[in-house]
């Protein structure tokens, strides 16, 4: 049972990648799930989630307009579209499920109530 963050890269200011949070030994439908990231020195925060029912999504400030969630069950994957990537978007970014509150208030929770983290991949956006 895990889930594995990959997509991750050096990329220039303005520019694009796409993650991608691979589910594998559960079904990926039962959950909600959301990326988090952490900065150097700073606290992981939540970026953005998606629901499992509905697939409602959900971002921070910082990021609505240039990220995208999305989830394909049949792929057992998430993946998390990044464009007009800043600087400040650097950070080791993470997935997680979210069994308890389907990803309401995923950005005000503590961590603690995200079930299962995967190892994280490093998004680094030079200026």
């Known amino acids: 049972v895990q889930l594995q963050a990959s997509g991750g890269g050096l990329v220039q200011s303005g520019g694009s990648l796409r993650l991608s949070c691979a589910a594998s030994?559960?079904?990926?439908?039962?959950?909600?799930i959301g990326w988090f990231r952490q900065a150097p020195g700073k606290e992981r925060e939540g970026v953005s989630c998606i629901g499992k029912s509905d697939g409602t999504t959900h971002y921070i400030d910082s990021v609505k307009g240039r990220f995208t969630i999305s989830r394909d069950n049949a792929k057992k994957t998430v993946y998390l579209q990044m464009n007009s990537l800043k600087p400040e978007d650097t950070g080791v970014y993470y997935c997680a499920t979210d069994s308890l509150q389907d990803c309401d208030d995923f950005e005000r929770r503590p961590l603690y109530e995200f079930d299962l983290w995967g190892e994280g991949t490093l998004v680094t956006v030079s200026s």
């Open positions: 030994g559960f079904t990926l439908d039962y959950y909600g």
